[in-house]
T-cell receptor, first 111, second 115 residues
Framework: RKEVEQDPGPFNVPEGATVAFNCTYS??????FFWYRQDCRKEPKLLMS???SGNEDGRFTAQLNRASQYISLLIRDSKLSDSATYLC????????????FGTGTRLKVLA | SQTIHQWPATLVQPVGSPLSLECTVE??????LYWYRQAAGRGLQLLFY??????ISSEVPQNLSASRPQDRQFILSSKKLLLSDSGFYLC??????????????FGPGTRLTVL
């Protein structure tokens, strides 16, 4: 079993739609969680950290479910510019040097 | 503000040739530094990380090596490239703060093709 698993997609959604991605992780000791966005042939860019209580940044909402060991990302009112691959990232303890990346979920927002 | 640079942006090398990729960070001191590789259609794989000058930890046994000769400089090297070394090489930095996640920020990457 992979340490971090994501549905590779692609998720094809129309503009304005709401789309959600899930990511599961296997290490119950994981403590830090992030979503990164990666455009084609570009470097990953931090989208948001994921906190236990859940957090929101504009149209983006991230949730953490420790009991079931998954994190989610919800994108509301999808824009064409949201088209990218979304990477789920887990690190084992606070201040650790090691990220474990999922292989990413590809999103295509269609006009 | 902090910036991270990588060069070259693209590189085509023959099998068996040496490699040197450089990464530098500006605007911060004593960062944690990381080298990742992303093969086509695959996730990012951590290759090396460094918490200080001369301190290198290797995650994956391979024909690559890393060095940190200065606080904000991280170099990835190989004496003889293999076809399987092709990929997108990404350098990242983190603040290394204790008590919180080491949020990592990536450089623009080097796309390496070994022929």
């Amino acid at each position: 079993r992979k340490e971090v698993e994501q549905d590779p997609g692609p998720f094809n959604v129309p503009e304005g739609a709401t789309v959600a991605f899930n990511c599961t992780y296997s290490n119950s000791a994981s403590q830090s969680f992030f979503w990164y966005r990666q455009d084609c042939r570009k470097e990953p860019k931090l989208l948001m950290s994921v906190y236990s209580s859940g957090n929101e940044d504009g149209r983006f909402t991230a949730q953490l479910n420790r009991a079931s060991q998954y994190i989610s990302l919800l994108i509301r009112d999808s824009k064409l510019s949201d088209s990218a691959t979304y990477l789920c990232v887990v690190s084992s303890t606070s201040g650790t040097y090691k990220y474990i990346f999922g292989t990413g979920t590809r999103l295509k927002v269609l006009a | 503000s902090q910036t991270i640079h990588q060069w070259p942006a693209t590189l085509v090398q023959p099998v068996g040739s040496p490699l040197s990729l450089e990464c530098t960070v500006e605007g911060t001191s004593n960062p944690n530094l990381y080298w990742y590789r992303q093969a086509a259609g695959r996730g990012l794989q951590l290759l090396f990380y460094s918490v200080g000058i001369g301190q290198i930890s290797s995650e994956v046994p391979q024909n690559l090596s890393a060095s940190r000769p200065q606080d904000r400089q991280f170099i990835l090297s190989s004496k003889k490239l293999l076809l399987s070394d092709s990929g997108f090489y990404l350098c990242a930095w983190g603040r290394g703060a204790s008590g919180g996640p080491d949020t990592q920020y990536f450089g623009p990457g080097t796309r390496l093709t070994v022929l």
